[in-house]
């Protein structure tokens, strides 16, 4: 526990390591967060529009199939209308964070693999949530993009301390399950919940650290942020890292939807299941017979 409790300090130091925001992005939340419901969006577009890279990588993301508009978004004004200001400050802020190093071999994974992984889950909750409620797919879409971050932080902080080989010959005791047990163990926290506290620090907005919060346990969650909650939790569960859309995974998920249901969130699950990756799809027979 005290070894936990001291690798959990200095990766606290860590975190005070990572390249800091950039300035039209700490801007942009501060105009954001100032203004509240009281904002215009030409005050938005203005800030966006003083950055030409950030400018250019909102309309990269705004065009992308995450959100497959019907016409092409060419001005920030048209991606603002669209999306709202609250999820584009998301945007730009999960896609500024995206440029860490990545090197997840601590969890025994394969890097390109994993980030891989990492995209076609926010393709899912695109696909998936689009179908069903567009603003929750906007809403959920800047912290899929950011779901595993937390295992990339994990992983370069236990190589450059050298802890990885440990690290991973403890996930290999437990046959990669209990992966939050083992985070626990060497660092004194669990990636999701690391990343529930990233979103505090990065000052997203409340709705989707909470969201963050009880993915494990939405059942528990406020009635505003049930649906993103479960929703969330469902997307974990079918891209987990080791067990993505295996039979048991895809049928935790399945039953996430029906315990939502009594939580009064109806998901539909035709739709639901339509949308599943083709490496679940192959499974999904025999989930649903279980």
């Known amino acids: 526990m005290e070894q936990a409790q001291d690798m959990n300090e200095l990766l606290l130091e860590q975190v005070q ?7 039209t992005v700490r801007d942009l ?4 967060e100032q203004e509240g419901s009281h904002l215009q969006i030409n005050k938005v577009a203005e800030i966006i529009q003083g950055d030409p890279i950030v400018t250019a990588k909102l309309l990269q993301l705004a065009n992308s199939p995450f959100y497959s508009f019907s016409r092409q978004i060419t001005t920030i004004q048209q991606a603002v209308n669209l999306l709202g200001a609250v999820n584009v400050k998301n945007m730009i ?7 860490e190093k990545a090197d997840v071999s601590a969890y025994g994974l394969n890097t390109d693999k994993f980030l891989s992984n990492c995209s ?14 567009k603003q929750l ?6 912290c899929a993009m950011l779901l595993r971050f937390g295992m990339i932080i994990f992983s370069n902080f236990l ?33 999701i919940s690391f990343l529930g506290f990233l979103f505090y620090r990065w000052g997203f907005d409340e709705s989707l650290i909470e969201t963050i919060c009880f993915i494990n ?6 009635n505003k942020i049930k649906k993103s909650a479960y929703a969330l939790a469902i997307t974990n569960h079918i891209f987990s890292p080791y067990d993505g859309g295996s039979v048991f995974k895809i049928n935790v998920a399945l039953n996430l939807i029906k315990e939502a249901k009594t939580q009064g969130v109806d998901f539909n699950i035709d739709n639901f299941t339509s949308k599943l990756p083709d490496f679940a799809r192959n499974n999904l027979k025999q989930a649903l017979e279980i």
């Open 217 to 222: 346990t939405p059942h528990a969650a406020e």
């Open 159 to 191: 190589i450059e301390n050298k802890k990885d080989k440990d690290f991973l010959r403890a996930l290999k005791e437990h046959n990669f399950q209990n992966i939050d047990m083992v985070e626990n163990d060497f660092l004194g926290v669990d990636h």
């Open 120 to 133: 076609a889950e926010v393709q899912f909750v695109s696909d998936w949530l689009s179908h069903e409620d």
């Open 93 to 99: 802020v999960a896609d500024s964070l995206k440029g």
């Open 29 to 32: 939340k501060l105009y954001v």
């Open 137 to 142: 797919s906007y809403f959920l879409i800047p």
């Open 17 to 23: 390591k990572l390249p800091p925001l950039p300035k």
